[in-house]
């Protein structure tokens, strides 16, 4: 497996101490440009307790491997500053669990909007269990004017491997993330004893059955069912259930078969939500979902994405129909723009918002085309003439795809194919290879990207 290796330079760790939370942070952008470390926030948390505990929840996904677990390497929680909240959010080393806090009980100044890395270390974890009350805590999102004192070695630097498999990961759950509906909602007493009866097996898996206004847990698939493949992976959601007021439950809208599916599971605390999106198997990252393939196959694509994303301002929620306006773009060519920036980590999906928010994740988005191995074989495919078209470009229904497998034979508009791998996964992981290549291949001369607004 091939990684990138990301560089984390901290001014000094970060601390809690007297009433007073200091996150230090690596580099990052901003809307006032690249910064080595940005500050983004300082003033009060008003609701102190489960900011730290939903903190410390995020802090735990990136340092746990569900699947599998072993030791090794943990990534910073990556946290965005869209002027209203602060957005923490981390991904499991697995590649199968995605955090986000969303906190909004903020008293303070806002001194930037953007994105950057925030160092989580062990001291810092202690003292966070600790904070209790209802006393409000001073935080500082960056060096403040104490850190600039700080002596040089203080410096905290580290390096992190991050594989493809996390990279893709990272940006393929928001694209499922955004075909999910609001399946169920619970609240007060039933949160809790929600979640308390689920199994603890990081394997287990159950399916969650709306029952009136309540929720009950099935061993096999019934109508309206959430899939809650290893129930285990969502146990940090228990440390949280003291300052629950809410639980929504999200699924893809189709509704339940009998195949695991991936979910979400968002806590209501006061102030802020945390959120928990599971792969549909706990063995099964979010890499191999195949959901941004679709529409990082166009030519389009590329080029709306620097027009939209010249348009993005780490503003609190995407909207596409202003995008639209702005790029002059059609709605449908802003959504496929908004999941290549995906794939390159600047955006992110909010489903209590059911919208977008800018953010910019801490990897290069060149390294975009080689963590889509089946768009770049697929593309390879019509480079070197192994598509035949019955029909047409444009209008072509099916075609023949010519390997060192032999000739497969695509369905174009269905996507079925006669490979080994539409007989396995029957397109719930996405597009192959050959449907990519044929889809390529049909499609007409684009215009050139048209003229931007701002």
């Avoid at 101490?17 to 300082?42: I, N, Q, Y």
């Avoid at 669990?97 to 202690?126: F, H, I, K, S, W």
């Avoid at 605390?269 to 990082?296: I, K, N």
Wanted: contains cysteine; aromatic residues 6%.
């Amino acid at each position: 497996m091939t990684q990138a290796v990301q560089a984390y330079s901290y001014a000094g760790p970060s601390t809690l101490a007297d009433g007073r939370l200091g996150l230090s942070t690596s580099g990052g952008t901003a809307l006032s440009g690249a910064r080595p470390h940005p500050r983004f926030f300082s003033g009060l948390l008003t609701q102190a307790a489960p900011a730290a505990a939903g903190l410390l929840a995020v802090a735990d996904v990136a340092l746990t491997r569900y699947h599998q677990p072993r030791p090794g390497w943990t990534r910073d929680p990556v946290v965005t500053c869209d002027g209203e909240r602060l957005r923490f959010e981390s991904f499991s080393a697995c590649g199968g669990v995605y955090a986000r806090l969303d906190v909004a009980a903020l008293d303070g100044d806002v001194l930037d909007r953007g994105t950057t890395n925030v160092d989580v270390n062990p001291p810092l974890r202690e003292a966070l269990v600790r904070v209790g009350g209802k006393d409000p805590l001073h935080l500082g999102v960056g060096p403040d004017e104490l850190a600039v004192t700080t002596l040089d070695g203080a410096v905290v630097e580290k390096k992190v491997p991050l594989p493809e498999r996390w990279l893709r990961g990272f940006a393929e759950v928001q694209v499922i993330a955004s075909g999910f509906d609001l399946r169920a909602e619970l609240r007060g007493p039933q949160v809790v004893r929600f979640v308390r009866s689920l199994p603890r097996k990081a394997s287990a898996t159950v399916w969650a059955v709306p029952a009136g206004r309540d929720l009950r847990l099935s061993a096999t698939p019934a109508p309206g069912a959430v899939c809650l493949s290893g129930a285990g992976r969502v146990a940090t959601l228990a440390p949280l259930l003291r300052f629950a007021t809410a639980l929504r439950v999200y699924g893809p809208a189709t509704g339940s078969g009998p195949e695991p599916t991936a979910s979400a599971w968002e806590l209501e605390l006061p102030g802020m939500r945390y959120t928990v999106a599971v792969s549909p198997q706990p063995w099964r990252g979010f890499s191999g979902e195949g959901a941004v393939l679709a529409d990082l196959a166009t030519d389009e694509a590329a080029g709306d994405a620097d027009v939209v994303g010249m348009l993005l301002t780490f503003e609190p929620a995407v909207e596409i129909g202003l995008l639209a306006d702005r790029s002059g773009l059609s709605t449908t060519r802003v959504r496929a723009a908004l999941t290549q920036l995906g794939t390159a980590g600047r955006v992110g999906y909010d489903l209590h918002e059911a919208s977008h928010f800018h953010r910019e994740l801490p990897y290069d988005r060149d390294q975009v085309a080689a963590l889509n191995p089946r768009l770049t074989a697929a593309r390879a495919l019509v480079e070197r003439g192994a598509v035949r078209l019955d029909g047409p470009p444009g209008a072509a229904a099916t075609a023949e795809v010519t390997t060192s497998g032999g000739v497969r034979r695509v369905r174009i508009e269905s996507g079925e194919c006669t490979c080994p791998w539409w007989f396995d996964h029957r397109g719930s992981r996405g597009p192959c290879k050959h449907v990519l290549a044929a889809r390529i291949a049909t499609r007409a001369p684009v215009s050139a990207a048209p003229e931007v607004t701002v």
